[in-house]
């Protein structure tokens, strides 16, 4: 005899297979959304200055750190300008740490973290300098 009282069944909601479908489709959808969402921050004026909220964290990885740099610089400049991981292969063997920096409709591949970061440095300091116009 079986020692466990049987558990009487619940009801559940009838849902067939094509609203299934389509629930675990928006909801993957949702998600991939969620990841390839580009960061968003805000430049907070103070008294004496400004800073960016959210701060940038030393704990990110560098993709993170990466993304927020890219933030900052469509923040201040109104550029489109995102990171993606690039998909940078050599000798057949996928390499990983390199990234691709994309301005408007151009882009930048594969480059190391200190070479994109640079590279973001310089489309802020470019993009200054032409709304300056000629000294």
């Known amino acids: 005899m079986w020692p466990f009282r049987k558990r009487k069944s619940r009801a559940t909601p009838s849902i067939s297979d094509a609203q299934l479908l389509a629930l675990i489709d928006a909801d993957m959808a949702a998600a991939a959304a969620r990841r390839n969402a580009p960061m968003v921050v805000t430049r907070v004026q103070t008294g004496n200055g400004s800073h960016i909220e959210p701060p940038c964290d030393d ?66 300091t470019g993009a200054a300098e032409a709304e300056a116009g000629p000294q």
Request: glycine share 10%.
């Open 59 to 124: 704990a990110w990885p560098d993709r993170m750190k990466l993304e927020w740099w890219a933030a900052v610089t469509a923040d201040d400049t109104g550029l489109r300008v995102e990171v993606r991981d690039a998909e940078f292969w050599h000798g057949g063997v996928k390499k990983y740490g390199y990234y691709s920096v994309i301005v408007g409709h151009g882009s930048i591949t594969p480059l190391t973290f200190d070479q994109a970061l640079s590279y973001l440095s310089g489309v802020s």
